[in-house]
């Protein structure tokens, strides 16, 4: 083994739930070594993380931020040798892409899809980025939390068990779980509630 | 970012919305990881349905590909890749109407 592995996510955070799994980061020299990883490990080389690092990504501050070093053969981690990220100017330009994917899969649920799951999964991930962006400059510390949205000084204007329920739609998407969405009553409640409002209250603050 | 999660989005969009064409509610496809694939395979009994399952794992590796492996960000859209999806997409489509031919909605 020749990666730097890592550990990240809600696992560093302490934020443990029933349907947690542990997020994996290998950061690999070659294609070879990409090949032997498991499926679910997230996989990266080292040149697009130190690209990362340089071009201040808000994923290189999640990994600077929220991760642990499990193996590595270097006398210093490749993470750690890379030191702190460049700051996070991108927010504008992020927020605006996010909202768009946002924008576009709350019209197909509204259009009737044929695939509300998928849909419903991609809001909360939208949704939940949005926040993480927000959270750069409107919290102290920026949050990664799939629950950064009710962090924010903003009221999120949806249920945390319509939000629970979206959030199990997008693990059913991507994971090996089984989990029952009630998937007509989130759709409706997301097509209804006011989060392009939300969205505006944040904008401005960015 | 997230120009390239809105491509790989996009891409995955066709992908289920043209297998879900086909598909009854209770069964949809959920999504193109490989886990979601695998359940989706337990549900229409994988074993009549080979060619299916082998395109859409065909579909999921490439879509993997465009995201680096990440399960939380995505990177790359590369057009070669993008051509490869387009063009199995008609196959996993005939191989849907051979397998539900009146199920077409």
């Known amino acids: 083994m020749k990666s730097d592995l890592y550990i990240f996510g809600s696992a560093v955070r302490g934020e443990v739930e029933r349907d947690s799994d542990i997020d994996v980061l290998a950061i690999v020299k070659t294609d070879a070594e990409r090949q032997r990883l498991p499926d679910s490990w997230s996989v990266y080389s080292e040149n697009t993380v130190r690209d990362y690092f340089l071009s201040g990504r808000l994923f290189a501050w999640h990994l600077h931020l929220e991760s642990k070093c499990i193996f590595s053969e270097r006398e210093t981690p490749f993470l750690e040798a890379l030191g702190e990220p460049s700051s996070y100017v991108k927010h504008g330009e992020d927020f605006s892409d996010l909202c768009k994917i946002l924008y576009d899969s709350l019209n197909e649920l509204k259009t009737d899809t044929n695939s509300p799951i998928f849909e419903i999964g991609v809001v909360y991930t939208a949704i939940r980025d949005i926040a993480m962006v927000a959270s750069t400059i409107l919290l102290e510390k920026p949050s990664f939390s799939r629950y950064s949205p009710y962090q924010l000084p903003i009221e999120f204007p949806i249920s945390r068990l319509i939000y629970e329920q979206a959030i199990q739609a997008r693990l059913l998407s991507t994971r090996n779980i089984s989990a029952d969405v009630a998937v007509a009553d989130v759709r409706k409640s997301l097509i209804d509630a006011p989060i392009f409002e939300w969205i505006n209250l944040i904008g401005r603050k960015l | ?105």
């Open chain 2, 1 to 105: 970012m997230s120009k390239k999660f809105a491509n790989k989005i996009m891409a995955e969009r066709k992908i289920l919305s043209v297998v879900n064409e086909f598909t009854k509610h209770d069964i949809q496809l959920t999504g193109i990881t490989a886990y979601a694939i695998s359940a989706w395979a337990t549900k229409i009994n994988p074993n009549q349905n080979l060619e299916i399952i082998e395109l859409l794992y065909k579909l999921s590796n490439l879509c993997h590909r465009l995201s680096d492996r990440s399960q939380e960000s995505y990177e790359s859209l590369d057009e070669e890749v993008t051509e490869k999806i387009e063009k199995i997409i008609p196959e996993l489509r005939q191989a849907l109407v051979l397998l539900w031919p009146n199920s077409h909605q």
